[in-house]
């Protein structure tokens, strides 16, 4: 499988797709992972990042007719807007509810080769790490999330928050910078876990 789709591939697909709901499974199968890496990171389970990546989807295959292709990315742009929205919905939820949202441990994605001892420990890196990024603002914190956990260009990322591209890489670039201080000045020593 390819890591982007060339965008008349992609347009090909999002047409036939409109035709033909099945031929929406490649689209499905490119996107899924970058659309749950995004999810999961913004929910407090793996259960309700499963849901919500499904629920995304579901809502991209119903609303594939009124999708309008605008060039490289708008796909995706759309798809990561539903999948924004969807995480928005859940967070009003289940503060309506009264309900915190628990400091998520991120899913460790391990083919089961990785030592118990440097899970653990990766798993505290990504408990930092995830500590490190709510201290930042929204803006710079969707920013690092849908860069890194997304793994999204920064064109893709502009048309999703609806900026330019030059505002991405600045937010981009400070936010980095904020995190490298907040790394130093907490001394969260990132390569071997330890506080």
Known sequence: MR???DPEYEQRLVDQACR???SFRELYRHYFPRIYGYISYRVDSVS???DLTSATFLKAIEGLGRFEYRGPGSFAAWL???ARNQVSDYRRHHQRRGESLPLETLPELQDGTVPPEQAAIRQEQNIHLHQLVS???PRRQEVIILKFYAGLRNRE???ILELDERSVASHLCRGLRELHRYC???RVWMQDGKE
């Open 20 to 22: 033909y709901p099945e």
């Open 3 to 5: 890591n982007r789709f």
């Open 135 to 137: 201290r930042l603002s």
């Open 48 to 50: 309700e990042a499963e």
């Open 80 to 82: 990561f807007r539903i």
């Open 184 to 186: 130093l000045d907490g």
């Open 157 to 159: 990322i502009a048309e």
